[in-house]
């Protein structure tokens, strides 16, 4: 084992932390909480990170390493035995308010990084690795971002006609309302133009989306007959925690960016690096499996985590990924921070169009 596959071991560290969390209880469960927005954006505000890429030779040999996929693989049981700990723990009836807290966002914190991870898994091509990415979803109760993300966001990218693309201005809780109805009106919309493809009824089990619903909605009802509404409530609340930092990430991963429509006005230019933000800060990179390398991962969809390339013209956060969440948060300081970003490229893209050769 190299320097190269120990770096992402590191993807393990939230998984651990948010157990160990659930585990301990008392102040100690709020330790996952503070590991991810405060202990990382900390460590990150003294780093830069590493704009090198791989060789090509270095490519192939990463591209041919199944550690990489099996380390990804192995942090889909470790989440189910997460949620099974955490449905363990919550019902107990000694457990003090605050750790009630704590272990609900405990269990969110673990459902956000679970969510990514299935990310990864949705781009794969092979029925098992759906088939995990899918069953992965499903402890956040967002198995919708399957159909959504691989077939509506990648296609609408930095348009307005997506849903998960922030809009210069928008705040984060604006997008949260107009994001999450949104994402799941698409799915269940993209899944119904397939089936009418297909001249097939929407009212069936061959719509996914249908399937997804009964499947999260057998699940809650299962841990509430079980386990009582009180760990049933509790279930929710993590996952929709978990949802939440999804969604965050999504807006600060394409914020204000657009791509143009071509002479025609009818089709949008294909999706470059300068369409999303980057980030090369390395714990954030290496925790969230080099999710922050966004830019080439929607110039070639399929390329694997190990593989992502940092590219000089994509537009570069001032942080890690955790810290830009936390600024977020507080709209004013997320503008005066990003639209000067932003206003500086766009005036940069309209001095080289004015001055080509000098561009």
Not at 105 to 132: P, S
Not at 144 to 151: Q, V, Y
Not at 164 to 172: C, D, I, P, V
Not at 290 to 299: A, I, K, Q, T
């Amino acid at each position: 084992m190299t320097l190269k596959h120990l770096k992402y071991l590191s993807a393990y560290l939230l998984p651990i932390i948010a157990f160990l969390s659930i585990y301990a209880g008392g102040y100690y469960s709020f330790s996952a909480l503070i590991f991810i927005f405060i202990f990382i954006p900390t460590i990150e505000l003294f780093t830069n990170g590493n704009t090198s890429n791989l060789s090509k030779v270095e490519e192939e040999i990463a591209a041919a390493d199944r550690f990489y996929d099996y380390l990804l693989y192995s942090l889909v049981p470790f989440q189910f035995g997460i949620l099974a700990f955490f449905l363990y723990r919550i019902g107990d009836p000694n457990l003090a308010w605050y750790e009630v807290i704590g272990m609900v966002t405990a269990y969110g914190m673990a459902c956000g990084l679970t969510i990514n991870n299935a990310h990864e898994l949705g781009h794969r091509n092979t029925k098992m690795e759906q088939f995990m990415s899918k069953a992965a979803l499903m402890t956040s109760l967002y198995m919708h971002f399957f159909i959504e993300h691989n077939r509506g966001h990648h296609l609408h990218v930095a348009t307005d006609e997506d849903p998960a693309s922030s809009r210069y201005g928008e705040n984060l809780y604006a997008f949260y309302l107009r994001s999450i109805p949104g994402s799941w009106r698409s799915a269940w919309n993209l899944e119904k133009k397939r089936l009418n493809a297909l001249n097939k009824n929407v009212w069936t089990l061959e719509n996914e989306m249908l399937v997804y619903q009964i499947i999260q909605f057998t699940l809650v009802a299962l841990i509430g007959v079980f386990l009582g509404i009180k760990v049933m409530i509790c279930f929710i609340i993590g996952a929709a925690i978990g949802c939440l930092l999804l969604e965050t990430v999504n807006y600060i991963e394409h914020y204000g960016l657009r791509r143009k429509k071509k002479a025609n006005g009818k089709r949008y230019e294909r999706t470059q690096p300068i369409h999303s933000w980057n980030s090369n800060h390395p714990i954030g990179r290496m925790v969230m499996l080099e999710l922050s390398r966004h830019s080439d991962h929607h110039f070639i969809a399929n390329r694997k985590y190990q593989l992502l390339r940092h590219f000089d013209d994509s537009p570069q956060m001032p942080a890690g990924y955790p810290g830009m969440m936390l600024l977020a948060l507080v709209p004013p300081l997320w503008f005066k921070v990003m639209h000067k970003l932003i206003d500086a490229r766009e005036q940069v893209e309209t001095e080289n169009f004015q001055n080509p050769v000098l561009g």
